[in-house]
């Protein structure tokens, strides 16, 4: 049997800019991307922390050290620029792999720096 599980998050991030006339998706810093386990074209479910919205989209690479979170296409309509949201990855594991699994959070702060990381039960690392 195969399990849904959270794979990583990067929490609490703002969204920098919308861009309504992309075909869709959103961006991120891959310097973010890398401290926190993900990849570009990655499915990530997305929460508006302002308003509630969810939605899913899939990741494009933005430039390293940028600190940009920009939503693409329709999903520029989800939330504004200022708006703070979690983006999530998931990953299916046989439930073997299951039991030990621990997701990684990668914490920012307003200006989308990475402040801390850690896997779910572990210390914090932090990232000055």
């Known amino acids: 049997m195969k399990l849904h599980l959270l794979k990583s998050k990067i929490h609490n991030a703002i969204v920098t800019s919308g861009d309504l006339e992309y075909e869709g998706s959103i961006t991120v810093d891959s310097?973010?991307?890398?401290?926190?386990?993900m990849i570009p074209n990655e499915k990530v479910l997305v929460v508006n922390n302002n308003n509630g919205e969810r939605f899913e989209t899939y990741i494009i690479k933005g430039d390293h050290g940028s600190r940009v979170i920009q939503l693409n296409g329709a999903a520029a309509r989800c939330a504004l620029p200022g708006d703070e949201i979690i983006i999530m990855?998931?990953?299916?594991l046989e439930a073997e792999e299951a039991?030990?699994?621990?997701p990684m959070v990668l914490i920012v702060d307003r200006n989308n720096n990475p402040k801390s990381r850690?896997?779910?039960g572990e210390e914090d690392e932090q990232l000055d």
């Open 31 to 37: 310097e973010l991307l890398e401290k926190a386990d």
């Open 89 to 92: 990855t998931f990953c299916e």
């Open 99 to 102: 039991s030990d699994f621990k």
């Open 118 to 120: 850690h896997r779910i």
